[in-house]
């Protein structure tokens, strides 16, 4: 069993930064892709980005290509979000999300474990 607990978040003015932290527990955690979805409210989750579990291959989307970076310490279980340039379009609850195996890429169909999701506002 994983569990992935979030933090950071919060309410930054569009053009600023924020970090996500999502650290896990359990030993599977190196052999797991990581990724970060959103939910905005009325819309459905959609995806940011994706890491693989060695950590070589990151993915994004294009709303955050440029903008957005994701990385993980395996080391310490946790994976990152650093946010820049926001938007407020970037308002969102983001999740973080895992995925069993030594994969490239997460989607949302075949997530293992989910954060429990944390807020970020970005305000105009």
């Known amino acids: 069993q994983v569990q992935l607990v979030q933090s950071g978040g919060g309410l930054v003015q569009a053009g600023g930064s924020l970090r996500l932290s999502c650290a896990a527990s359990?030993?599977?955690?190196?052999?797991?892709?990581m990724g970060w979805f959103r939910q905005a409210t009325g819309k459905e989750r959609e995806f940011v980005a994706a890491i693989s579990s060695s950590g070589e291959s990151t993915y994004y989307a294009d709303s955050v290509k440029g903008r957005f970076t994701i990385s993980r310490d395996n080391a310490k279980n946790t994976v990152y979000l650093q946010m820049n340039s926001l938007k407020p379009e970037d308002t969102a609850v983001y999740y973080c999300?895992?995925?069993?195996?030594?994969?490239?890429?997460?989607?949302?169909?075949?997530?293992?474990?989910w954060g429990q999701g944390t807020q970020v506002t970005i305000s105009s």
């Open positions: 999300a895992a995925r069993r195996g030594n994969y490239a890429y997460i989607q949302e169909k075949n997530v293992d474990y």
């Open positions: 359990g030993r599977t955690f190196s052999n797991a892709a």
